[in-house]
């Protein structure tokens, strides 16, 4: 067992806690809206980024680098200055949702490059122009450019054309769970000696200003150079020792009344006072002795080019004597620990290169580990020590929502564009999580079931934006898919785990079944569910012509889930004979939604069209009129994922649920008929559970896998490519609604205009294709062969289709022979330069021509799924090795090329 795995097992079996500390802290709190306390809900106005240094947020942190305990109650982070800025760079700049002419954009660059579950060891680099940063240049050039044009970049502006930038590394490490390292590395990559400021620095959350019965903590100054001491009422003392000579200096976490709300300054220190000292020199805004809530140390460093020059932090619980004596030996084998434990991770993947991308992605994962502090009361009301909010919010934005109270470390989707929770993300970073840390990955799905998240009704919050939104209800197969994983790991089924989060969504498929069957057929709305804007409208909102909408991804989904949560109960109901009874409830509620799909009541309202081949949402009037949305999108793919596969094996351990089949099959033939079955000799039959047939299952193969639909070079499209010269036109009352095949950004104002499903590929729709093709593959077996792509003549299993969709999918990251990924596009600074060459960013989203990345730059989120694929389809023994070209045979069009940017 390695170093790694012991600290793991010793934080689940609770004897040591080495996850009370890691990467907290998110890289945006500013624009967030947890911090709105406006009157109309404009996040982004109220607390923009040109505020953030000056105001003490309400309800967690942000900064460079940040490392926290699991409360944030203590934070340690970077600050930096290249002596040209106008502001100190503590946090990374972005434009907010008006700004950008795709939405929200950060405008940095750094990347996640490694990272234990425990965070015993974590390493990131952010790369910093020694000019002045162009915020004023980023600004206008976007805001000149329309939804057409490509978004405006930090390279684009030339700031890192000649080399004159530092390359920040900011590592953290651990002795032991509460002995904490910190260092900065800075290497000047420019021609010229270049002079930095490097000022970490270690604050209070402000805790204090929000109730007047509230104990301030405070940082004092030990007796020797360089030692602090940290004390807060719930934290306890901690001390710390930081390296070199620096420059303390002190101030305050609460807001600046001075600059933002013109009072008197009077003797008082606040937030932004390092900043103000550091650019601006104002004596007045620091102390130069302690106490305080935040303090900085100073160091001024000169540095030769192509030097490095190093600032070391410990924070820990006893006081060291000699606390720099063991520090870089330690971080040298938590470095070995973090080598020795993935080494055991990546066993049989021989291509170097997807080692790279599997590890940096299982880093961006874990750095993405957010504290996530939201109470919907107390934000609603206001706090006891400040003015009340505007009357009207108790009306507005999550005012359902008032049990929901989070304060819990979470996976972010992308801790600077997404730096809060989204529903049907964290199902999907669960699976990512339970290859490395199933007791995490098992904890995340339990805790989104909880009392302080789930709603009294049984709905689950799907975002801070809007908590009543719904997201697929795809978290039971999370949870399925997470106890196999860890079971696997582990050898030791969870079974407590898994009753557990099973009652909490029996709550939540209550709420489904009660909530979004508006006409009680078993065809499913839910309205955007996910997917922004992939309808000709807002299928959240209030539809033309009074319409109503009966959504075949919808109805898929709770197929899905349907199946999902029969399989958690036959189980359960292996050694509990009770949950064969709820099985058998699934089981029914698949059948009639499967029924209402294949419109068994003669009515003529089922959602696949004989006529295409296809599934379609519906529209539906209230003079009894209706119309299909012909839109050729991943909504008409969706049904190939409710699928399971029932052995003879599997029902012998229920027989309870096996007799309930075989009734159905007597008693049921309409719906009986729905179900496939093979017979084996000496094994007995199998059952195949699928909203699809051979029949329907292989005319969506044949649109999936056809390039000049949705197959790209780079994994399936989320809207086909036929609509590039056939849009889809739906004329209704005086309007005119479109939708065309749009393969990068999104060129539609919907849902912020930031996220595009009209044409890119997406991570987890690719994945949940390749799960449901090895299901398929697992039924039919090797003598069933498709077409892939369409139109080549080669024939192949669906096992081998859906390796050649996870080659596709990886060759996204793959370097070619020249060093240059798809990820990148046409910049050529990040695919050639060997100073940037190695790293990778995980997008939101990929350009369905190209594989550029799109959208969030950093959302390793569900696009981590990533490493699942390569430990599925490079870590076997019987996976080819090599690169991705040598790893499918299968023929494919030449790859198109993209003359726009990232």
């Not at 206001?382 to 008032?402: I, L, M, S, T, Y």
């Not at 569900?862 to 070209?885: C, D, F, H, N, Q």
């Amino acid at each position: 067992m390695s170093a790694e795995r012991d600290r793991l097992k010793a934080a689940n079996d609770g004897t040591t806690d080495w996850r009370a500390w890691g990467p907290y802290v998110s890289t945006r709190q500013w624009g967030t809206v947890r911090e709105d306390y406006s009157a109309d809900g404009s996040a982004w106005d109220y607390l923009p980024h040109d505020e953030a240094r000056s105001r003490a947020y309400r309800w967690g942190e942000d900064g460079i680098g940040g490392l926290s305990d699991e409360k944030q109650l203590l934070c340690v982070t970077l600050a930096l200055h290249n002596g040209q800025d106008a502001i100190l760079k503590e946090r990374f700049f972005g434009l907010d949702n008006s700004e950008g002419n795709h939405g929200e954009d950060v405008k940095e660059l750094w990347w996640y490059l490694d990272a234990t579950p425990t965070g015993s060891w974590a390493r990131m680099l952010y790369k910093y122009p020694q000019g002045a940063f162009p915020y004023k240049q980023l600004v206008d050039e976007n805001a000149r450019r329309t939804q057409k044009d490509p978004e405006f970049e930090l390279v684009d502006t030339g700031i890192f054309d000649d080399d004159r930038y530092w390359d920040v590394f900011i590592e953290q490490g651990k002795a032991d769970a509460e002995d904490l390292l910190y260092r900065v590395r800075v290497t000047n990559r420019g021609p010229d000696e270049a002079t930095i400021q490097v000022l970490p620095q270690l604050y209070f959350r402000n805790t204090w200003s929000w109730t007047k019965e509230a104990e301030r903590p405070q940082i004092t100054a030990g007796s020797e150079p360089g030692r602090l001491i940290l004390e807060h009422p719930r934290l306890g003392t901690m001390h710390a020792a930081i390296d070199g000579e620096g420059t303390l200096l002190w101030c305050e976490n609460d807001t600046n009344v001075e600059r933002l709300d013109q009072e008197e300054r009077g003797d008082r220190v606040f937030k932004d006072g390092v900043n103000d000292y550091v650019v601006d020199g104002r004596k007045d805004a620091v102390r130069t002795a302690s106490p305080g809530t935040k303090v900085a140390s100073r160091h001024e460093l000169t540095v030769a080019s192509g030097e490095t020059a190093v600032v070391r932090v410990r924070l820990s619980r006893k006081k060291h004597a000699k606390p720099f004596a063991d520090f870089d030996k330690v971080l040298e084998e938590r470095e070995n620990d973090s080598n020795e434990f993935y080494k055991s991770h990546q066993k049989g993947v021989t291509d170097e290169d997807l080692c790279l991308v599997q590890r940096q992605a299982w880093a961006g994962m874990i750095w993405c580990k957010q504290y996530y502090g939201y109470e919907v009361a107390r934000w609603l009301d206001g706090d006891p020590a400040q003015p009340p909010p505007p009357e009207q919010r108790k009306h507005g934005r999550n005012c359902h929502w008032r049990h929901l109270d989070n304060g819990d470390i979470i996976s972010m989707p992308d801790n600077w564009e997404y730096p809060w929770y989204a529903l049907w993300d964290l199902a999907f970073h669960a699976v990512v999580f339970a290859s490395i840390d199933s007791e995490y990955a098992k904890d995340q799905l339990v805790l989104i079931t909880q009392d302080r998240y789930m709603h009294p009704n049984g709905a689950l919050p799907a975002y801070e934006w809007a908590f009543d939104d719904v997201n697929p209800p795809v978290h039971a197969w999370a949870a399925w898919r997470v106890f196999k994983i860890d079971a696997a790991r582990t050898g030791k089924p969870d079974f407590a785990f898994l009753e557990r989060v099973f009652h909490r969504l029996l709550m939540n498929f209550t709420w489904w079944v009660n909530r979004k069957d508006e006409s009680g057929r078993n065809i499913f709305e839910g309205g955007f569910l996910g997917l922004d804007n992939i309808g000709v409208f807002d299928r959240s909102s209030k539809l033309p012509g009074n319409g109503m909408l009966e959504q075949a991804d919808g109805t898929s989904w709770m197929a899905m889930f349907s199946l999902s949560m029969m399989r958690i109960a036959i189980e359960l109901g292996t050694t509990k004979p009770v949950y064969q009874d709820l099985a058998t409830k699934f089981l029914e509620h698949f059948l009639r939604i499967a029924a209402a799909m294949t419109d068994q009541d003669g009515s003529g309202d089922g959602l696949w069209d004989e006529e295409d081949e296809f599934y379609y949402d519906l529209l539906k009037f209230p003079d009894g009129k209706s119309t299909r949305m012909r839109i050729h999108s991943i909504v008409g793919l969706i049904p190939l994922f409710a699928v399971e596969v029932l052995e003879p094996e599997t029902l012998e351990k229920v027989p309870a649920f096996a007799e309930r089949l075989e009734w159905y099959f007597e008693k049921r033939p309409e719906l009986s008929s729905l179900v496939s079955r093979w017979n084996e000799p000496g094994r007995g039959e199998r059952r195949l559970l699928s909203l699809l047939r051979g029949h329907r299952m292989k005319c969506l193969f044949k649109k999936m896998l056809d390039e000049n639909a949705f197959l790209s070079d780079y994994g399936i499209r989320s809207v086909s490519k036929i609509h590039e010269k056939h849009p889809y036109e739906l004329k209704i009352d005086d309007g005119t609604y479109r939708i065309d095949y749009e393969p990068g950004e999104s060129q539609s104002n919907l849902f912020g205009g930031n996220s595009n499903w009209r044409g890119p590929i997406w991570f987890p729709i690719n994945f949940l294709i390749i799960e449901a093709m090895q299901r398929f593959h697992h039924y039919y077996g090797d003598d069933f062969k498709i077409e892939c792509p369409v139109g080549s003549g080669t024939m192949v299993t669906i096992q081998e289709a859906a390796r050649e969709l996870a080659t596709r999918l990886t060759g996204i990251f793959k370097a070619d022979d020249k060093g240059h990924r798809p990820v990148y596009g046409e910049y050529e600074k990040l695919q050639s330069d060997p100073n940037f060459q190695n790293m990778v960013l995980f997008h939101e989203y990929f350009h369905g021509d190209t594989g550029r990345g799109c959208g969030a730059s950093h959302q390793t989120g569900w696009t981590g799924l990533i490493a699942k694929v390569i430990e599925r389809y490079y870590a076997e023994p019987a996976a080819p090795s090599g690169s991705t070209k040598e790893h499918s045979k299968i023929p494919r069009k030449s790859r198109g090329s993209d003359h726009s940017k990232t």
